[in-house]
């Protein structure tokens, strides 16, 4: 599952300011849904439920943003109320250094523990640490396949940002003031950090892999094979090359753009072959428990979210959506805003407002943003040089509107603002809803790619069985291995539209 997270500090932006970005790459079915938690007072003789264990709560919670797999407790990135932000990353480290008993947090689960109880990044920093050190970490992060990674995270405030990266109950952080600096799912830590847990360097003396710091180097416990199949090194590359070759320097919008890019080296559509430097990942053709590397795209990029600290505010921009090439970002301040169409989510006691729009049912398709979004990319996905256009017009012209009319929002009456926010998401919501009909009734070309969304359900000793996998209901057929693999390599197009060609006649649309 690759992710990319990233932030810029105010030497290498064009206003002086902070901003951080992430994309949340998850299963392509894995729903990911957004809520705003108050500020909360507990009753702490009750223990706390996180993902697959309970530890005690504290008095009082922050009240934080999360985007966050609708089944898990924790969450890839979010922001609270003193302007803490944290992504998280896999970290595909030597399978004798990743636990697999769920006997302990995930890194998701700290990652929301410290914007609950953190005030700074460095605080935050602390608190993650901490956790990591008393209860550990480890258990399945998949969703429809089993997954199992250490975790590494960027940490950021209006002053600074930190870089944790994890092994274990072990770690090692550095401080980062100036420039831009990227995580993709490799570990890049060496003897520069600032900071260690206080057994991480004679763990390594005991490993044979280092004599003391000198020599030190966390990347000497990366799985590197893994690590290249999630085009990790690529994308980290990518990531900062196109940050740092801005016309003058980094602004939102620039942040936005990196996150929707497609490095496609001259490819019809983002999902062909292999994944390599995309940082804007669709879900494409693989083979579950028979290739599983990363390399050819079982995953999609599932939520993005960027941070912009300017002049003391937290501007906080989120899709709530897969895909944020076809999306929209839109802006929501803390401290007290609460639109109706957040909602607590899944594994809280309390609602605020109405349920559904940014908190998609698991495993059931629903009217929420997220779902709908996701009949509108996969049908966009069949034929995308075709049908990008359409949706991508549409959504560029609202988010410049969304843009230009921030600020004043931003500092506007809390009432105002808190209708306008409700006004932006349910736009969003009916646009894509609109936009439907509209991709549908653009004829597939002959050389689209079709075979993205089927799904190897089971291999035979002659054939494999697929599975075309639409957002309202299944459709079986077959082909045979070598034609899956001519599809994936994309060598046969006689293969792969006739492959699309039974994917589409197949296909059932929800209007």
Known sequence: MPCDTVVVLSDATVDGSIIFGKNSDRDENEASETILLPRRRHDTSQPLKCTFISIPQVDVTNEVLLC????????????????????????????DTINKKEDSLTGMDILRLALERSSTAKEALDTCTSLLQQYGQGGNCGF???????????????????????????????????????????VTL??????????????????????????????????????????????????????QQCTTKVGVQDMFSALR????????????????????????????????????????????????????????????TSTPCLSIFKPCWLKGDVPPHFTEGNNDDTALGLEG???????????????????????????????????????????????????????????????????VIMLHHDLVQALIPQVQNVKLSR?????????????TSARVQYMAREITGYRL???????????????????????????????RHQG
Not at 75 to 91: S, T
Not at 149 to 169: H, M, R, S
Not at 197 to 213: N, P, Q, T, V, Y
Not at 386 to 406: F, G, H
Request: hydrophobic share 35%.
């Open 190 to 243: 060496t003897n520069d950090f600032t900071t260690a847990s206080a057994g991480l360097i004679e763990r390594a003396k005991k490993d044979k892999l280092c004599s003391g710091r000198n020599d030190f180097s966390l990347q000497k416990y990366s799985d590197k094979l893994t690590t290249w199949g999630a085009g990790a090194h690529p994308r980290r590359c990518r990531m900062e090359n196109m940050l």
């Open 261 to 320: 890019d497609h490095k496609t080296r001259g490819k019809a559509a983002p999902i062909d072959g292999y994944m390599g430097a995309d940082l804007c990942t669709h879900f494409g053709p693989t083979v579950p428990k028979i290739v599983h590397t990363g390399a050819f795209r079982p995953s999609q990029c599932c939520g993005s979210l960027v941070a912009h600290w300017k002049h003391g505010q937290l501007t906080l921009w989120f899709t709530s």
């Open 68 to 95: 966050k797999p609708c089944w898990m407790w924790g969450a890839e990135m979010g922001a609270n109320e003193h302007g803490v932000v944290i992504g998280n990353e896999a970290l595909f480290t030597r399978p």
């Open 357 to 423: 729009v940014l908190c998609p049912k698991h495993k059931q398709v629903d009217g929420s943003l997220w779902w709908q979004h996701e009949v509108l990319s996969r049908n966009v996905t069949l034929d995308y040089a075709k049908r990008s256009p359409i949706v991508i017009e549409k959504c560029r012209k609202v988010e410049a509107e969304l843009l230009r009319s921030a600020d004043g929002h931003a500092t506007g009456n809390f009432e105002q603002r808190k209708k306008w926010l409700d006004e």
């Open 447 to 459: 050389t689209s790619c079709g075979v993205l969304h089927e799904h190897c359900v089971a291999r």
């Open 144 to 186: 429809e396949h089993p997954l199992f990674y250490n975790n590494g995270f960027i940490i950021a405030d209006y002053n600074e940002a930190w870089v944790l990266e994890t092994l274990g109950k072990d770690w090692a952080a550095k401080r980062i003031t100036s420039g831009i600096r990227a995580m993709s799912n490799a």
């Open 477 to 507: 057929y077959k082909c045979t291995w070598q034609d899956l693999l001519c599809v994936v390599l994309g060598r046969r197009n006689d293969v792969r539209n006739n492959v699309r060609t039974q994917l589409c006649a197949s296909t």
